[in-house]
Nanobody, 121 residues
Framework: QVQLVESGGGLVQPGGSLRLSCAASGSIFSIKTMAWYRQAPGKQRELVATITSGGITNYADSVKGRFTISRDNAKNTVYLQTNSLRPEDTAVYYC???????????????WGQGTQVTVSS
């Protein structure tokens, strides 16, 4: 009933940029914290950035100063602007969101299917 769909991944050269998008759809009352995770080959999934419903952001040290998370509440969409990309940023990037589906206020957690980001020359 609730889906998160990522887009915007691709192949870029070191130093390049990509803007990732994640749109939520379905039975949504409100969206609370949204986040981006990533998983590189042979490594565990790691948290990249979070943004609260009020716009408070947090970043992993590895991306601080290079990535920017933002959201458009009218579109139920979260973005990740990735600048100064490095080969070590190569990973599948996953969208995550806590979503209130009804007046109970209970937050359900959802994952997107992931979008591939490859940084290589």
């Amino acid at each position: 009933q609730v889906q998160l769909v990522e887009s915007g991944g691709g192949l870029v050269q070191p130093g390049g940029s990509l803007r990732l998008s994640c749109a939520a759809s379905g039975s949504i009352f409100s969206i609370k914290t949204m986040a981006w995770y990533r998983q590189a080959p042979g490594k565990q999934r790691e948290l990249v950035a979070t943004i609260t419903s009020g716009g408070i952001t947090n970043y992993a040290d590895s991306v601080k100063g290079r990535f920017t998370i933002s959201r458009d509440n009218a579109k139920n969409t979260v973005y990740l602007q990735t600048n100064s990309l490095r080969p070590e940023d190569t990973a599948v990037y996953y969208c995550n969101a806590n979503i209130v589906r009804n007046r109970s206020g209970y937050e359900y957690n959802y994952w997107g299917q992931g979008t591939q980001v490859t940084v290589s020359s």
